[in-house]
């Protein structure tokens, strides 16, 4: 991070301050006053169980050079302001501003963390790329993410997620990025965004954030992002149609779900390009398509495609595929679901070989859509083949009903991830492929574990 003084942090979030502490300078922030480095900003967030309020003063004692709060005295190097999460916002801005270096920005009902890998895996051949890191893709995690910056890097990466409308709009607004992509619009928060156009409307701000002269990226195949073509003057697509500027084809799976092998092209190349992924999954091979498009404009050469994206390591529990120690494939989803995700993990273990185990649990955030996307991911596991369906929580129950009025061979119901975990390998066998999924509450990385 670039050196800033605590009167120069002052001013960006128009606080207050003893102006005798404004020479001190800052070359690090946090919201943890457990992890305070040297010249470190502690930044006092309240939350639902602790206040960082009532840690200012161990943080300024165990080596905080300041602290940004909300309220009280100020005692010391402490800027106060109104709201910390909106100066950390303020502050981040600021910050991003002091570079010119290109910013990606990824976003989209799903898929958008494995796209932010391997678009940072692409650049990564060209450029020093910072990414965001695990699930920092919020109003407090995004922040941290861009303070992580310096004169080294030559690129950033940044994955942006939501749950109401205006929150993409006040991230894009510190990111101001150059490229913007989209990769779909679903049903996750449709619940709350009043269907996929509430969904559209709130991913979409993104599009006016852009710096001059950027540039939006979005998937062809999705019927909603379709209707976003001519809203800015540089829209492309990426997708597997004709619809796309950037297509990519002959999808093809690799042995024993290694990977994935296409072809990559767009209009004034030499020819099709051929990429490998090591993740399986159709969707995966969009995904990465979506990487070598922005490497494309941003100059990444051919080569360094190939290499970045052959040797991407997307975040865990994203179609990880394990051999489990009772002699089953483990295909490890269990970060988070919702139906469209369902769908194309099904996708993948229907191109598994020997018999086909799905553990699935509850999608949350569907609202008045949860029953119909439950019942509609019941009926596409009995259609890809699963011989055997562990269903998990409440909501899912839908999942059994769709199975079951579908066709499907067997199924049984757990109400929690642990109760799941105790019965679930005794009803494996050797040679079994098995998925695991469901939204991240319900915790399913545990009936993962249990099958290793």
């Not at 999460?85 to 002091?98: D, T």
């Not at 861009?146 to 990466?157: I, R």
């Not at 995700?341 to 008045?368: F, H, N, P, T, Y």
Request: proline share 3%.
């Amino acid at each position: 991070m670039k050196a800033m003084t605590l009167g120069e942090i002052c001013a960006a979030v128009d606080g207050d301050m003893d102006p005798s502490f404004a020479a001190i300078s800052i070359g690090s922030v946090s919201t943890d006053s457990r992890k305070i480095g040297p010249a470190a900003l502690f930044v006092a967030i309240r939350g639902g169980r602790f206040d960082g309020h009532d840690f200012i003063e161990a943080a300024l004692a165990g080596g905080a050079a300041g602290a940004l709060s909300s309220g009280g005295p100020a005692k010391g190097p402490v800027v106060r302001v109104g709201d910390t999460r909106l100066a950390l916002m303020a502050l981040a801005a600021h910050y991003r501003r002091k570079f010119s270096l290109p910013v990606v920005a990824v976003t989209g009902s799903t898929g958008k963390t494995s796209v932010k890998d391997f678009i940072a895996s692409a650049l990564s051949e060209s450029y020093a790329t910072l990414k965001t890191e695990g699930n920092l893709n919020n109003e407090l995690g995004l922040p941290l993410t861009v303070f992580g910056l310096d004169e080294g890097h030559g690129a950033m990466v940044l994955e942006m997620g939501m749950s109401q409308l205006g929150e993409i709009g006040r991230l894009g607004r510190v990111a101001l990025p150059d490229i913007c992509v989209i990769t779909n619009i679903g049903l996750s928060h449709a619940g709350s965004l009043g269907g996929r156009e509430g969904v559209l409307k709130a991913k979409s701000e993104i599009l006016g954030c852009m710096r001059e002269g950027g540039r939006a990226l979005l998937w062809s195949g999705d019927d909603m992002l379709r209707r976003l073509r001519g809203r800015h003057a540089q829209t492309y697509y990426y997708g597997d149609d004709g619809d796309a500027d950037f297509r990519c084809a002959d999808i093809a799976y690799l042995e024993g779900l290694s990977g994935m092998s296409f072809s990559f092209s767009y209009p004034g190349a030499e020819g099709p390009l051929g990429l490998r992924i090591p993740v399986p999954g159709r969707h995966m091979a969009l995904n990465a398509t979506a990487a070598a498009a922005v490497g494309t404009m941003l100059g990444v050469p051919a080569e360094g495609l190939r290499g970045g994206l052959a040797r991407a390591r997307l975040t865990g529990m994203r179609l990880d595929v394990k051999r489990g120690g009772n002699g089953v494939t483990l295909i490890d989803d269990s970060y988070n679901a919702s139906p469209d995700s369902m769908a194309a993990a099904l996708d993948v273990l229907s191109q598994a070989k020997g018999r086909r185990v799905a553990i699935l649990g509850d999608m949350l955030e569907l609202g008045d859509f949860s029953r119909e996307g439950h019942e509609g991911v019941g009926r596409m596991a009995a259609e890809k083949g699963v011989a055997l369906l562990l269903c998990v929580g409440e909501a899912a129950a839908g999942i059994r009903e769709g199975y079951t009025a579908a066709g499907g061979a067997e199924c049984r119901w757990f109400p929690t991830a642990e109760a799941c975990s105790e019965t679930a390998p005794a009803l494996l066998a050797r040679g079994d492929a098995v998925l695991v999924k469901a939204s991240r509450a319900m915790g399913l990385e545990r009936v993962a574990a249990s099958l290793l």
